[in-house]
């Protein structure tokens, strides 16, 4: 049984739900913690009474400024087409942000026959990479594929299959070239090339193709790599966001929104003192990386389901409308989806030696100034309006 | 290619003897190429293939350098660029050539030696027991961490059994076996159940419920990992106890009690509790140190890896060191056709007993295998581009 009855997708019934949803992960808490270190607990309290009163105020400006504005301009921006889509979400590429990209992938365990990153396709990608980057005009052609995937012991359909999936995940197309004699049998022969569609072309040429100025000739950078495959997965996704069955149907919708919400709930955590334990602990310490602890008591269970299960219906709201929003699975299968969130983003959310850190990248920072710039306005309001 | 690379820079210094604004043209360069090719096919014919495709691709390397900067250089400083560049693939070659002695004589001096043993240190060392083991990979884990996690994962996974019919034999990891130890991790961390330590009925141990840690999971999809959920977490220095929870190891306990990863608190009633207070490596580095211990027992697929990651590092950590980074001759070594006639030689020379010590029957020689496992190259970790560096500073430093 869901803890929050099922609600129509409304978007105030969605804010109501929220607060409801907060209130009982704020009970939850105070009747059971987990966190050792001293003040972890009340600045916990704290901030997610912040989110209680002030995220849903104003109609949710805050939800939407975070949300609308910086999470979907860098991971799944909207109106635009495939091609600016994806220069966008490639431009918010950094080192850090990567990992999260690549969660976006990783993440989606739940949905076995559309994972890009399941079983033997994770590797996939990479060939994919080195293929597409071995030819300056990022063409491969059916056989290239067939030849570097083809296994003796799978038939030759399950390959076949394979390419057409990673063909319409990635948006690419295919062209035909008909050779009307074949050299060896004087038959006529029809190659197939897969490329990328035009617009898309031209980005990853202005990008990643390194122009020889006196011979002409161009060469793929080395800059080309699995996460570009990945942004064009994004991007297919945000610009086909209605059409649900091309884009992988239900898991897709609740893997992106729990994702986002992952996001959203970590770029707000209180930062906690360091324990000496920690601070002298090589990884935490480590001079290429900011880290910061974080309390560790939001993600006990019924903790996590009661903020998490409203707080992704919101997300998937504004990424995608009503039509999102009902497709977020209200059974069972939805707090597997909660649990799921205690593992992903391993690579900027880590344990060292049992407290749950945090690696600071820049959306991190970049919402939780946001939310804080509203907060002070909100704030200020009030007290201006106060008699 | 070494006696190609010595030819082309005999060439070369003959060119400019003559007079520098020879190199210049391409026509000229392309008929002495045409002229070297005619006169060696005849002589070897086994080889003559790869001469040809080694000195098509020098030249045009050769004709593209020049063509870009012979508006900026001189002539004598062009043909300096490609003799120094030539000079340093050669030592490279050289490098390579000797790496070790073919009757073993004096083994611990060669360069595959200290370079394996440089690795092994950091990523698969050798110890008396499990617990130095992963200690020293404790020691490590700070720089290389995802360096020995990669080590655990090979690219072939897919082909691994869990429930091997050879008791013994360890697997490597996949992606979703790597998903379930970090949901463990994450689980201990969390809030766990304690019960009584049965080998040490005064204490009290965190137990997590084995089912608990398959929940996420939709559509059975981790079905055959929660068949062998034994199998699974005794590598990882776990135990079901009452058919309900996993508990660690009595060894493990000491292990994670050494390291700081429990912590003990009295309890009430007198009994003192371990508190798990677990970071990311702490179950992966024990499943590593676990396959370093007992690498004879290593599964086909993971040895190749291992070999393959163990050859790839030396062989780039050489490369590394001698040849500079602008070096024009760089992408042909790192060609997919010159890894293939490289790498599996020093593969199966790395697991010989007196290196990494594994079954170099293991070792696969066929064509798609090795295509296979060296696809990985397009895609290596930036970790293990760091150590290549490290391998390349220590090569330079040493005596």
Redesign the interface.
């Known amino acids: 049984m869901s803890i929050i009855p099922a609600l129509k997708c409304s978007w105030n019934e969605l804010l109501d739900n929220f607060i409801k949803g907060l209130d009982n992960a704020i009970v939850e808490l105070n009747a059971h913690s987990i966190d050792t270190i001293a003040g972890a607990l009340p600045l916990l309290l704290d901030r997610l009474r912040i989110m209680q009163n002030n995220f849903p105020a104003n109609n949710g400006q805050i939800f939407k400024q975070t949300i609308d504005d910086i999470i979907q301009n860098a991971f799944f921006p909207e109106n635009l087409t495939f091609a600016q889509s994806f220069e966008k979400i490639l431009n918010s590429r950094t080192h850090e942000q990567d990992f999260i990209i690549n969660e976006l992938v990783n993440g989606f365990i739940t949905s076995k026959a559309k994972a890009i990153a399941s079983y033997s396709q994770g590797p996939i990608i990479d060939r994919m990479v080195e293929a597409f980057s071995k030819r300056n005009d990022f063409h491969i052609v059916d056989h290239q594929f067939y030849a570097m995937f083809g296994d003796p012991n799978v038939p030759r359909t399950y390959v076949m299959i394979n390419l057409q999936i990673l063909i319409d995940l990635f948006g690419l197309v295919s062209e035909e070239l008909v050779i009307q004699k074949d050299i060896r049998k004087s038959e006529e022969k029809v190659y197939t090339f897969y490329t990328f569609p035009n617009d898309i072309l031209n980005v990853l040429k202005k990008k990643y193709l390194i122009t020889n100025p006196v011979t002409g000739n161009l060469s793929v950078s080395e800059a080309f790599d699995r996460n570009v495959f990945i942004c064009l997965f994004l991007a297919n996704i945000a610009v086909n966001r209605s059409n649900l069955s091309s884009i992988g149907g239900k898991y897709t919708v609740n893997g992106i929104s729990a994702i986002f919400a992952l996001i959203l709930v970590l770029s707000f955590m209180p930062k906690m003192t360091a324990t000496p334990q920690l601070l002298k602990h090589p990884s935490f310490s480590s001079p290429n990386v900011s880290i910061s602890v974080i309390p560790k008591s939001w993600m006990m269970k019924k903790v996590l389901e009661s903020i998490f299960e409203p707080l992704i219906k919101i997300i998937a709201f504004r990424l995608g409308g009503i039509q999102w929003c009902e497709a977020i699975i209200d059974t069972e299968i939805n707090k597997k989806i909660h649990t799921q969130i205690r593992f992903l983003l391993k690579d900027v959310n880590k344990w060292i030696l049992g407290e749950l850190c945090r690696v600071e990248i820049p959306i991190f920072i970049e919402i939780l100034n946001t939310i804080q710039v509203t907060l002070q306005a909100q704030q200020s309001g009030r007290t201006t309006t106060t008699p | 290619m070494k006696p190609i690379l010595r030819e082309t820079r005999r060439i070369i210094i003959e060119l400019i003897k003559e007079d520098p604004v020879l190199l210049l043209s391409p026509a000229i360069l392309n008929s002495v190429r045409e002229k070297e090719e005619k006169r060696n096919i005849r002589k070897v014919r086994a080889l003559s293939e790869f001469s040809a495709l080694y000195r098509s691709n020098i030249y045009e390397i050769m004709n593209?350098f020049i063509?870009?900067f012979?508006?900026k250089l001189t002539p004598q400083l062009l043909a300096d660029y490609i003799i120094d560049h030539l000079k340093e693939s050669i030592e490279a070659l050289n490098i390579l050539l000797k790496i070790t002695n073919p009757d073993q004589n004096n083994f611990q001096n060669t360069y595959l030696q200290r370079l394996v043993k440089y690795i092994e240190d950091r990523l698969f060392p050798k110890g008396a027991s499990i617990q130095i083991i992963y200690q020293n990979l404790l020691n490590q884990?700070?720089d290389f961490?995802e360096c020995q996690r990669h080590l655990l994962q090979p690219?072939t996974?897919?082909r691994e059994k869990l429930e091997n019919p050879d008791y013994f034999v360890i697997p490597g990891n996949?992606?979703?076996i790597y998903?379930i130890i970090?949901?463990i991790?994450?689980?201990y961390?969390?809030?766990p159940n304690y019960g009584v330590f049965p080998e040490r009925p005064a204490y009290e141990i965190p137990m997590i419920l084995k089912n608990e840690v398959f929940?996420?999971?939709?559509?059975s999809?981790a079905k055959t990992e929660q068949e062998a959920v034994e199998k699974v977490v005794d590598k990882i220095g776990l135990r079901i106890i009452d058919d309900l929870f996993l508990a660690p190891q009595e060894a493990f306990i000491d292990i994670l009690m050494s390291n700081?990863?429990l912590r003990p608190a009295v309890q009430p009633s007198g009994k003192i509790r371990y508190?798990?207070?677990?970071?990311?490596e702490t179950l992966i580095l024990y499943y590593l140190a676990f396959a370093s211990m007992r690498r004879g027992f290593l599964s086909k697929e993971l040895i190749n890896w291992i070999a393959m990651n163990f050859a790839l590092l030396i062989y780039m950590g050489i490369l590394k060191w001698k040849l500079s980074d602008d070096n024009i001759f760089y992408k042909i070594f790192k060609d997919l056709q010159t890894n293939e006639k490289i790498l599996p030689y020093l593969m199966k020379l790395i697991c010989f007993p007196n290196y990494l010590g594994m079954d170099k029957m293991k070792i696969r020689d066929s064509v798609?295998y090795r295509?296979e496992i060296f696809?990985?190259i397009?895609?290596q970790i930036d970790n293990l581009k760091t150590l290549i560096e490290e391998i390349a500073i220590f090569l330079d430093t040493a005596p």
């Open positions: 593209e063509e870009e012979k508006a884990s700070k961490f690219h996974f897919y996949s992606p979703k998903q970090n949901n991790t994450s689980f961390n969390l809030d929940e996420p999971y939709i559509d999809i700081n990863f508190i798990p207070q677990f970071s990311n798609q295509k696809n990985f397009g895609s």
